[in-house]
């Protein structure tokens, strides 16, 4: 009876820490290996957009912990919040290209039969530079927009687009321009790919995009509780 | 005999289990130990640190990303305890509520289907480039453009929310959504109506994609379609920095 017991709780412990090793090499091994596969300059790429990203989500925590202290200031004296919600509304509709937005950027004028691969990567590459709008040909780009097909038959979400092409992007002009400018990037890289194609970038001191004419409500996806 | 038969009934419990734990147990060490070997032979001098650096930063990511969301929601709850004025409140409430949602920032689910990318598990010929085996950043984005043009209301890769600043980069074989570091196999997953799967097939992007990567070079491409899709909330920045958006209508109380 006694080393029945004994045996169980043997039994339990080992496979406790089976399951714990079990997990722990699995998840680890998925991602250290494929970073150990990495060449010191991708790694060190790697690392860079990673510091970025975590510095972008400190400023970002640093101020929405102000707004919530201003909030429960706000509650706690029995105040309205709207002014707060009013301004939290009004970023989140600019940001999501419910709104137009207008700010510092960059033109990129695309002359020439460029297909829609090439188009899509200097949209992708914008967003990756921080971009925080943009459209083409007036058509402010929101998650769905792909433009299809090839440089005399474009198309985005069912309107033609005609050469010569106008991408704008609000963001900080010398990141935006220098990140599709570098060399190797990708305007380089479409330059010699596509060597009809004229690109040419452009900072700007004042871009406005205006908003998309999409719906951009879920109409199938419910809110996860 | 009697007690032959009793020896082994008691070997055939517990024992067993435990010894059959034990073996599979030393198994997994050895493993552990082996797999350390060649990463520690392949990692060079200056790798080793950067790839400490990069994990120290990706665990920093997921800790920011669980206080942002945890924010978000203390936020959310005190706008909807706001007193005065509690009817433009309460509309002003809905309107960002609403807004939430359309921009990705409350989790979802829905009808969808669920699109796995793995590595080629094909042998790299001598004169092969080994990264055309491995999934890359452009194959994701194939998937996911083809998933938007066959109606997808919503994508998640990994767990990382397509939003509209989401950009897909390959960093020497590795793909970065949201600047997040994933690794494979890549899930993508996608919230849309009930015949994307047949739309997506005939999709041009995707039939390529196909006959390019995994025809080509055996990149693993699979699917599923789920009773529901789970898409987790952007956790992201969703400051405008540089630009300032035109100001909203004032809400009023009369009806639209």
Redesign the interface.
Known sequence: MRR?WR??V??GT??L??GF??VA?LRS???????????????????A??????N??????R???M??TT??G??QR?????A???N??????????????????VRISVAGSLPSDGI?SLV??L??AG???VSIDGIR??????V?GTGDSLEIGGSPLVPPLEILA???PETLAGSLTRAGGPIAQLAATYPQVTLAVSGQDLVQ?K?TDRS?????????L | MNGLFARTRAIATWQVTLGVALLVLGFLIAAQVRSEGPRVRYTSQERTPLVATALDLQAQQEALKTQLLAIRAEIQGYEQQGQGGAAITGQLNDQLQAARLSSGLVALQGPGLVIQLTDSSAAVPIDGNARDYLVSGDDVLAVIRALWLSGAEGIAVNGERLVVSSAIIDIGGSVLVNSAYLAPPYQVSAIGPAGMFDKLVREPGFVDFVKARAQTFGIGVSYATPASVDLPAYAGSVTLRYGKSAPTPEPSLAAP
Do not use: F, H, Y
């Not at chain 1, 990495?38 to 790697?46: A, Y």
């Not at chain 1, 972008?56 to 925590?61: E, K, T």
């Open positions: 029945g045996g169980k043997a039994v080992v496979l820490i089976l090793l079990a090499q091994q998925a991602t250290d290996q494929a970073l150990a596969q990495l060449s010191v300059q991708d790694l060190t790429e790697l690392v957009n990673l510091t970025a990203r975590n972008q989500l400190r400023d970002d925590l101020s929405l912990e707004q919530r909030l429960q706000a509650v029995g105040d309205s919040s709207a707060s919600i009013r939290d509304l009004q970023r989140l509709l600019g940001w999501s290209g419910a709104l137009g937005v207008s700010g510092a950027g899509n992708n590459e967003w990756n971009a925080e709008a780009l929101v998650p769905g927009l792909v299809v609000i963001g900080q995009i908003a951009l409500a879920p109409v199938l996806g419910k809110p996860r």
